[in-house]
């Protein structure tokens, strides 16, 4: 079965850095699109950042650019999540998702079918 499993959370000051890793099985990686969301304490689940299936094309949500950043590496099914400079307000669960609309870099959680357990991300002053 598809599974994607997300590490590298935990617990940073503020101006610290984490790097989430999200590791896929169960579909062909590279013919996917992968995404990273989060859900913040009382709040929605809003897209971070997602990257296309050869990871040239990338997208980010406005105020994130430039402190976080999506990679991914193909031969290892492994899609990364590079956070600086971390703010008390990028606490929250951190999600991996993967979506077979292969052709466009999507911030549309519908478009993403397959989804981790997330991991935590806490940030504190």
């Known amino acids: 079965q598809v599974q994607l499993v997300e590490s590298g959370g935990g617990l940073v000051q503020a101006g610290g850095s984490l790097r989430l890793s999200c590791e896929v099985s169960?579909?062909?990686?590279?013919?996917?699109?992968m995404g990273w969301f989060r859900q913040a304490p009382g709040k929605e689940r809003d897209i971070v950042a997602a990257?296309?299936?050869?990871?040239?094309?990338?997208y980010y949500t406005s105020s994130l650019k430039g402190r976080f950043t999506v990679s991914r590496d193909n031969a290892v099914n492994t899609v990364y999540l590079r956070m600086n400079s971390l703010k008390p307000e990028d606490t929250a669960v951190y999600y991996c998702?993967?979506?077979?609309?292969?052709?466009?870099?999507?911030?549309?959680?519908?478009?993403?079918?397959?989804w981790g357990q997330g991991t935590q991300g806490t940030v504190s002053l």
């Open positions: 169960g579909l062909m990686f590279s013919d996917y699109t």
């Open positions: 998702a993967a979506s077979s609309a292969k052709w466009k870099v999507s911030r549309n959680q519908e478009e993403y079918h397959h």
């Open positions: 990257v296309s299936w050869h990871g040239t094309t990338t």
